[in-house]
């Protein structure tokens, strides 16, 4: 799973290394998360993207996965994320 965090967004996906292909994907501007991210905080938020993403990858059979922060600090925002996929079922 990779990471980006910009100032205001964050954007997790799972990418199949050896076919290079992104197999989910999701993030703060995503359509169908936006309706439960009104007026949360910005770690509220990237813990919601963390379980999306790791309920998308389920269904598509990816159940463990390698973390990859991006260079960015295990901490705020990437911590949540990473805490939100681990409760939504991703191994890493």
Request: charged share 30%.
């Amino acid at each position: 799973m990779s990471v980006f965090r910009s100032l205001s967004e964050i954007y997790a996906q799972v990418i199949d290394d050896r076919a290079g292909n992104t197999l989910v994907s999701a993030s703060t501007i995503d359509e169908e998360l936006r309706a439960k991210m009104k007026g949360l905080k910005k770690f509220e938020q990237a813990k919601i993207v963390g379980k999306a993403v790791a309920d998308r990858a389920i269904k598509k059979g990816v159940k463990s996965v390698v973390f990859d922060r991006g260079g960015f600090l295990y901490s705020g925002r990437v911590k949540a994320l990473a805490d939100g996929a681990r409760e939504g079922g991703l191994e890493f």
